[in-house]
């Protein structure tokens, strides 16, 4: 379930934000803005597609390279994030929308608020008879 303010999860849904979420503990790879880019498993994504990865081998434009345990990268830094080939990004969106809409189900917003009505009906039928 995607866990995040009406704005994050708005971007969860509208764009590839999904697909990046759905790398989640993947071992990939980020080129960053800079020229330099990093590798490693990517351990969470936030709404703005900020990603925290776990592992990391950074390597800056001049091909030196620095290993980290943990990496933080800003949305704004950012140039692609590869996606694995063994990944059909297709089949990858649906599953993770999917998983999402799974969960919301079982609240059955329907009957509740069919319920919620009968209760306001009743309770204007009390409020007029008054
Ligand atoms: C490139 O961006 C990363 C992430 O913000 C930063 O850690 C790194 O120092 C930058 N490298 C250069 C050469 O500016
Ligand atoms: C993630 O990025 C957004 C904008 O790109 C920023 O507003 C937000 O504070 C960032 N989150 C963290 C934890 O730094």
Redesign the pocket.
């Known amino acids: 379930m995607f866990v995040g303010n009406a704005k994050e999860k708005f971007f969860y849904h509208n764009t590839l934000l999904c697909l990046v979420k759905a790398l989640q503990d993947q071992s990939t790879v980020i080129d960053?803005?800079?020229?330099?880019y990093v590798c490693g498993i990517i351990s969470s994504v936030d709404g703005f597609m900020n990603i925290s990865m776990s592992n990391v081998v950074?390597c800056?434009?001049q091909g030196n390279e620095y290993s980290f345990e943990n990496m933080f990268?800003?949305a704004r830094?950012i140039r692609y994030v590869h996606v694995p080939q063994t990944f059909s990004i297709l089949t990858t969106i649906r599953n993770e929308l999917t998983k999402t809409k799974q969960k919301i189900i079982p609240k059955k917003p329907v009957e509740k608020s069919r319920k919620a009505k009968k209760a306001l009906k009743l309770h204007m039928e009390t409020v007029a008879s008054i």
């Open positions: 960053l803005r800079n020229d330099s950074y800056d434009s990268i800003h830094n």
